[in-house]
Structure formats: C-alpha cells, structure tokens
C-alpha cells in the first residue's frame, strides 16, 4: 500500500470514529451510557469476528473503517460512566485514574494478541478478542446501578 492510501484510510478509519462518537454522544445523553456501551462492545465483538475470518484486502479495509464507528461509540459512554461514578471533586482524577489503567492494559493486551497470533494465528488472535469483548458485555449486564446516568 502507497504512503497515501494509508494515510487515506487512517482519515476515513477516524472520520468513523468521528461519526460513532457523535452518535455515542448523542446516544449516551438519551438513553444513558450502559446500553450505549454495550452495543459499541457488541459491534467491536463482531468487528474483531471479521477482521479473524477474512482475508480480502477490501473486505479488511472496509471493516478497518467500521472499527472506528465501535471505538467512537464507545468512547463517549466510558466518559459518561467515569463522570456518573466519580464526585464532581475528583473527576479529573476520576478520568486519570481510568485512562492510566486503559493504557497500562494496552501494553500485555497487544503483546498477549502478538502472542496469539505468532502461535495460533490471525483467527486465534481476533476470536479471543471477540470473546473477551463480549464476555465484558456479559459480565457489564450485571453491574448494579450506581448512577442514574449508568442504566
């Protein structure tokens, strides 16, 4: 692939991710931020699905600009539900906290998909992705109210 079709799919991966959190947005501030989050995680669940199933150069490329659309849904819900759990007082370490933890847990995450896939292979790798995304949904339907604005 050329520097420029790369740079033009990274632009319309994002301007999906722009387009998903917008909905998010919109979405968290009417329904609230747990079905919105579930919903992005079941679309990531399927995304991930996809990109272990296929191997088609489009099909792959096509599927990389819809994960942006499950990254912006996403992302507006978990700021909605950090601010819902945290006081007004601590809310900027509220979002500290949360996106140290997000990151410190990037860094095995990807080396343990790495892993995966070396041993087992792209399907290996983007199932167990799948699955772990959707057992969070799953594990998510039972978190108890602690807000009105997570339900």
Same mark, same amino acid.
Do not use: C
């Given at each position: 692939?050329?520097?420029?079709?790369?740079?033009?799919? /990274?632009?319309?991966?994002?301007?999906?991710?722009?387009?998903?959190? /917008? $909905?998010?947005?919109?979405?968290?501030?009417?329904?609230? =931020? *747990?079905?919105?989050?579930? =919903?992005? &995680?079941? !679309?990531? =669940?399927?995304? #991930?699905?996809?990109?272990?199933?296929? +191997?088609?150069?489009? &099909?792959?490329?096509?599927?990389?600009?819809? #994960?942006?659309?499950?990254?912006?849904?996403?992302?507006?819900?978990?700021?909605a539900w950090v601010a819902a759990?945290?006081?007004?007082?601590?809310?900027?370490? $509220? #979002?500290?906290? #949360?996106? $140290?933890? *997000?990151?410190?847990? !990037?860094?095995? @995450?990807? $080396?343990?998909?790495? !892993?995966? /896939?070396?041993?087992?292979?792209?399907? @290996? =790798?983007?199932?167990?992705? @799948?699955?772990?995304?959707?057992? @969070?949904?799953?594990?998510?339907?039972?978190?108890?109210?602690? +807000?009105?604005?997570?339900?």
């Amino acid at each position: 692939m050329s520097t420029t079709f790369i740079a033009l799919l /990274w632009a319309l991966h994002h301007t999906m991710k722009i387009t998903g959190a /917008w $909905a998010g947005g919109k979405s968290t501030d009417r329904f609230s =931020a *747990k079905p919105v989050y579930l =919903a992005g &995680l079941g !679309l990531y =669940a399927i995304i #991930y699905l996809a990109f272990g199933s296929f +191997s088609s150069d489009t &099909l792959l490329i096509i599927i990389f600009i819809i #994960y942006g659309l499950s990254i912006g849904m996403i992302e507006p819900a978990e700021g909605a539900w950090v601010a819902a759990l945290s006081t007004r007082e601590r809310r900027s370490s $509220a #979002y500290g906290v #949360y996106n $140290a933890a *997000k990151g410190f847990a !990037l860094l095995p @995450a990807s $080396a343990g998909f790495g !892993l995966l /896939w070396h041993e087992f292979g792209q399907f @290996a =790798a983007f199932l167990t992705g @799948a699955v772990l995304a959707f057992s @969070a949904g799953v594990i998510l339907l039972f978190v108890q109210k602690k +807000s009105r604005e997570i339900q």
